[in-house]
C-alpha cells in the first residue's frame, strides 16, 4: 500500500491485514522500488497524487523492470477521470478503485480484486452459420464470440459472430463505460455478422479497439467496415458513437496490452487466420478457431500439429474449432476445420487443463454433441489423463 498520507496508509494496511492478507505499507513513493526488489509482492496499491514519484511513474517503473512487471498494481483515488484511466492503463495498472467512505470497505474491495477470478464466457459457439431451433437450444445457435473478463473495466472478446449482439445488450443493461479489445481469429462471416449488432459501439464513452490480422489499419478498417456499406446493412460505421481504435496484427508475435499479454499464431484455414493465447494473471487461455489439424498420433512427426501444441502447451482453457467428425471430414479435407478426434489428441498432447471443442458445425444437434463430448471423455479416462473435456455452450461460464 503506497499513499503519501501516513493516516490512509497505516489505515489500511491494517484493514487489509484484518481481511487477512499480509500486508505493508509505505509513504514515500522513492523507496517503494528498492522494498519491492526485496520483498517482492503479488499486489500494488497505491494513491495517485503524490509528490516526486506519482501513481503513474511509480507503475511505469515497476513495469519497466524485467522481474517486476508481473506484480499487478491497481491505482486508488477519490476521482477518477477518464484520462487518468488512459494514463495509468498505459502505465501497465491494472485496475482502479475508488475511495470508499470507511475503509474497511475499501480494504473488501481489494480483497475482491486480489481474488477475482478470470471468467471466460462463450455467447456464441455454433460455426459457419447461426443454427436457430429446437434441436441446438443446450449448445446454442450463435456464431462465434468469447468473453474473458481480466478485471478492471477492460473486457476482452474473441470474434464477433452473432453471439457478439447478446454480449452488447449485457453490457449496455449494466451502463458501465467499457473498453472492449475484439479480438478476430479472420474475417468469415460467422466472425464478424455480430458486429453491427453490438450496442456498446454506438454509446459515447466506450472505447473499442478491433485487432486482427492486416498489415495497416486503413485495411484492417476497410475490412471491418465493408459489411455496413449500405448495400448490406443500413448504417455506417462512421455512425458507431465509441472511439473506435484499429489495430493490425501481422505474424507471430507478443502483444503487451493494459494488463494482459496475447501472443498469436497462424492457423490452418483459408486466408489468413490467427489464433490467440491469452495470458493473464497466471493463466492461459488459447483460442484456435478456425483451424485444421491433420490426423495427429503421438509417434507421428507433423510439424504443424506439434507447432499447435506447443503453442497451446499448458494452457487453463483451450478453445479449439472441432467441428467435423470422421465421416464429414473424409470429404471436407482441406476446408479448415478439424475433425474433434484429431483436435482432442492435439489437446492432450499439450497437456491443457481444459478443453472446450467450439466451433460446432451447423448440422450437429445437441443429441449429437453430447454423444461427441462423453466419447471424448471416455478416450481421456482411458489415457489415464487429467484433462476436461466439454463441448462449448452458449451462455456458459468458465471460471479460472
Ligand atoms: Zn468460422
Ligand atoms: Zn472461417
Redesign the pocket.
Known amino acids: 500500500m503506497v499513499d503519501d498520507s501516513r493516516l490512509l496508509a497505516q489505515g489500511m494496511e491494517e484493514c487489509l491485514k484484518k481481511l487477512g492478507l499480509k500486508t505493508s505499507s509505505l509513504t514515500d513513493s522513492t523507496k517503494v522500488i528498492d522494498f519491492v526488489k526485496k520483498n517482492k509482492p503479488r499486489f500494488i496499491l497505491t494513491d495517485i497524487m503524490m509528490p516526486i514519484v506519482d501513481g503513474f511513474a511509480l507503475c511505469n517503473m515497476i513495469k519497466a523492470e524485467n522481474n517486476l512487471k508481473d506484480i499487478r498494481v491497481a491505482m486508488i483515488s477519490s476521482k477518477i477521470f477518464d484520462t487518468d484511466r488512459e494514463r495509468a492503463y498505459r502505465a501497465g495498472a491494472e485496475a482502479f478503485i475508488e475511495k470508499a467512505d470507511s475503509l474497511d470497505l475499501q480494504a473488501k474491495r481489494v480483497k475482491e480484486l486480489f481474488n477475482e477470478p478470470v471468467q471466460v464466457r462463450f455467447w456464441g459457439t455454433r460455426g459457419s452459420v447461426p443454427v436457430p431451433g429446437r434441436a441446438t437450444i443446450k449448445y446454442g445457435g450463435n456464431t462465434p464470440c468469447v468473453e474473458v473478463r481480466p478485471g478492471g473495466d477492460s473486457i476482452i472478446i474473441f470474434d464477433a459472430g452473432t453471439g457478439i449482439r447478446v454480449l452488447g445488450d449485457d453490457l449496455t443493461k449494466k451502463k458501465a463505460k467499457i473498453r472492449a479489445h475484439i479480438f478476430f481469429s479472420?474475417f468469415?462471416w460467422?466472425?464478424i455478422q455480430g458486429l453491427p449488432f453490438f450496442g456498446p459501439a454506438y454509446l459515447q464513452d466506450n472505447h473499442i479497439y478491433f485487432y486482427g490480422y492486416e498489415d495497416n489499419e486503413a485495411r484492417l478498417g476497410k475490412i471491418i467496415s465493408d459489411q455496413m456499406e449500405s448495400t448490406y446493412y443500413p448504417v455506417p460505421i462512421t455512425r458507431f458513437g465509441a472511439k473506435i481504435h484499429f489495430k493490425p496484427i501481422v505474424g507471430e508475435k507478443d502483444y503487451q496490452i493494459e494488463n494482459f499479454v496475447i501472443s498469436t499464431i497462424c492457423l490452418n484455414?483459408?486466408g489468413n487466420?490467427l489464433g490467440y493465447m491469452l495470458r493473464h494473471r497466471t493463466k492461459l487461455i488459447a483460442y484456435l478457431s478456425?483451424n485444421e489439424v491433420a490426423h495427429h498420433k503421438k509417434e507421428e512427426v507433423n510439424e504443424y500439429n506439434n507447432k499447435i501444441v506447443n503453442f497451446a502447451k499448458g494452457a487453463d482453457l483451450l478453445i479449439v474449432d472441432a467441428q467435423y467428425n470422421a465421416n464429414q471430414y473424409k470429404t471436407k479435407r482441406g476446408w479448415?476445420h478439424s475433425n474433434y478426434l484429431d483436435i482432442l489428441e492435439i489437446g492432450l498432447s499439450a497437456k491443457v487443463k481444459r478443453i472446450a471443442l467450439f466451433h460446432h458445425d451447423p448440422a450437429r444437434t445437441d443429441d449429437d454433441m453430447d454423444e461427441i463430448v462423453s466419447e471424448c471423455r471416455a478416450i481421456i479416462k482411458d489415457r489415464g489423463s487429467e484433462t476436461d473435456c466439454f463441448g462449448a455452450q452458449e451462455g456458459m461460464v468458465v471460471t479460472l
Do not use: A, K, W
Open positions: 479472420h468469415h460467422d466472425h484455414h483459408p487466420t478456425d479448415g
